[in-house]
């Protein structure tokens, strides 16, 4: 049986980059977390970093990186090049992409990319964190199955 202090690191690492809930998860269930305790408290506190993320990227590039020349002139070509050349494609697929890149458990497809470029992308924040939410639950319900050996790969 799992204590408090087991589930504030599940929390946290839920939170940090790489490891979200498509390791937590399996750490849960291999430290004795009933499965769907598991599932529900790494997708919740992976969601929650979502906004977290956005509301850094966004307080640290406007007080302080926009600043420093190169930063901003590289943040600037990167929103200019995705919204000149492909803003109709952008806005008709941004939900279903971002779903889709996140609700692949592999590394680099989690929240913490998925929020980055959303940032970048300057697309709609609430739009964003319930689209990045839904491809967390599902990548994190793949994990589950596959710790569970329900799935395989």
């Known amino acids: 049986m799992l204590d408090i202090w087991d589930w504030l690191i599940l929390a946290f690492l839920s939170m940090v980059p790489f ?7 399996p750490l849960a269930i291999s430290w004795g977390a009933d499965p769907l305790s598991a599932y529900l408290w790494c ?3 992976n969601i ?3 906004p977290l993320i956005f509301f850094s990227l966004s307080v640290v590039y406007t007080r302080w990186l926009c600043r420093i020349g190169f ?3 590289i943040y600037e070509a990167c929103v200019r090049r995705v ?3 492909n803003s109709r494609a952008l806005e008709r697929w941004q939900e279903l992409g971002l779903i ?3 609700a692949i458990p592999v590394p680099v497809t989690g929240v913490w990319t998925a ?3 959303a940032w970048l992308f300057e697309l709609d924040v609430k739009k964003s964190i319930a689209v990045i939410g839904v491809g967390v639950l599902i990548a994190c319900a793949i994990t589950t199955l596959i710790t569970l050996g329900v799935l395989s790969l």
């Not at 490891?19 to 998860?25: D, K, L, Q, S």
């Open 19 to 25: 490891w979200e809930g498509r390791y937590t998860i």
């Open 43 to 45: 997708a919740a506190f």
């Open 48 to 50: 929650l970093a979502s």
């Open 71 to 73: 930063v901003e002139s």
């Open 83 to 85: 919204s000149s050349k």
């Open 100 to 102: 889709v890149f996140v």
């Open 115 to 117: 929020t980055l470029l």
